[in-house]
């Protein structure tokens, strides 16, 4: 069965130019064309397609309002955008609003055609996935073992993998308890560096090594810590991180759920479709921020972004290096329109001291106030 896909664009030859580059593609079949957002809206409900490739810039409504208004009325449609502008601001906007994929033009059969293929089967595995959810729910079915906690912010510098290396740490303690730590974070990964272990192979070095995963295989893969967590490692070198796709992180993440009883995975800094996938995974999204204004603003665009992906319900606000400077919690709350889940206490001090060590101040420094407050996010969790 091929394919279905809707093009919307006010241009004519626009419309007439992405047919032809799909013309040979026998597994894609175009079978709608609209002009401006309310066409495409309306030819959504109407023909159900698999992909919408959505223009941005379009008379009456534009691409983004559109898409809104698509993955709220069609969730089972998957849009890409498609744009000559390729700024960073399109990429949130698109993403806030539900878009799967980016694609700026020009661009070729190929890169068109392996977009709409991707995104199609991804958006099958999610639509499949909460089906599974439905029925789970409705029937009562048992629940895999594990329990995934992601550790998610967009602002750099509010001590995401800080707290998701000692998290991880604060739950081994229990030895009856298995814990794997993930660091999807390719670009910037620093797991292993906070751990001090030395990171002989990665996530990227899995990947390479043969399509089909299991957990015999994995365990090659899971460098040990003397706490008696496993960590599967970022790669020193980010050069291989396309490798990354959401279906291996899919999984990936399904494999270590049945196998350990906590996955916590840091998240990278930004929207892609690997870490959307490890969010989607998630039973809790711990978003953090600081008292800064910078840090407000980036976690209030996060929560619409992430409600703009079915997530919110799973998020967690998590108020990292909690002092009496800046914005008080009322404020924050005020502004993010939810209540703060947890705070932990600010320690600059003893944070700097144990990214030094290697040590987890968790384990260094149990007592410290800051240690306690991780112990006391993970109770508010159910966890342990």
Request: charged residues 25%.
């Amino acid at each position: 069965m091929a394919i279905t896909v809707v093009i919307a664009d006010d241009i004519p030859t626009t419309r007439d130019d992405i047919k032809r580059l799909l013309y040979f593609e026998k597994d894609i079949e175009v079978i709608g064309e609209a002009s401006d957002g309310y066409e495409a809206v309306s030819l959504a409900q109407e023909l159900n397609p698999d992909v919408i490739l959505m223009d941005i810039n379009m008379p009456k409504m534009d691409g983004i309002e559109a898409t809104e208004r698509i993955t709220t009325l069609n969730p089972h449609t998957a849009i890409v955008i498609i744009s000559i502008q390729g700024e960073n601001e399109y990429l949130k906007k698109a993403m806030a609003a539900g878009a799967r994929e980016y694609l700026i033009k020009p661009f070729s059969s190929k890169e068109l055609s392996d977009t709409i293929r991707r995104v199609y089967e991804n958006q099958q595995k999610r639509n499949s996935a909460l089906g599974v959810q439905r029925a789970e729910k409705k029937e009562g079915s048992l629940q895999k073992k594990g329990k995934v906690i992601s550790v998610f912010s967009t602002k750099g510098g509010v001590g995401k993998t800080v707290i998701a290396v000692n998290l991880a740490s604060e739950l081994i303690k229990d030895a009856n308890k298995k814990v794997v730590l993930v660091d999807l974070d390719i670009s910037a990964g620093d797991v292993a560096l906070l751990l001090n272990v030395a990171p002989t192979t990665s996530i990227i070095d899995l990947i390479k090594e043969q399509e089909e995963i299991n957990y015999e295989f994995l365990q090659v893969f899971l460098l040990p810590h003397v706490s008696g967590l496993k960590i599967l490692a970022a790669p020193e070198n980010p050069e291989f991180s396309e490798y990354l796709t959401s279906n291996l992180v899919e999984e990936i993440i399904k494999i270590l759920k049945e196998n350990f009883d906590y996955v916590i995975v840091d998240v990278p800094s930004y929207y892609s479709d690997a870490g959307i996938s490890a969010l989607e995974a998630s039973e809790h999204i711990l978003l953090l921020l600081n008292q800064d204004i910078s840090s407000l603003k980036r976690a209030k665009i996060d929560m619409e972004i992430l409600k703009k992906l079915n997530l919110d319900q799973k998020v967690k606000i998590i108020l990292n290096k909690k002092d009496n400077v800046g914005f008080t919690p009322a404020d924050i709350e005020k502004a993010l329109g939810i209540k703060i889940f947890a705070s932990i206490a600010g320690d600059e001090k003893t944070v700097i001291s144990s990214i030094n060590k290697g040590t987890p101040f968790v384990v260094g420094l149990p007592k410290a106030k800051i240690s306690l407050s991780v112990a006391e996010l993970c109770q508010k969790l159910n966890l342990g």
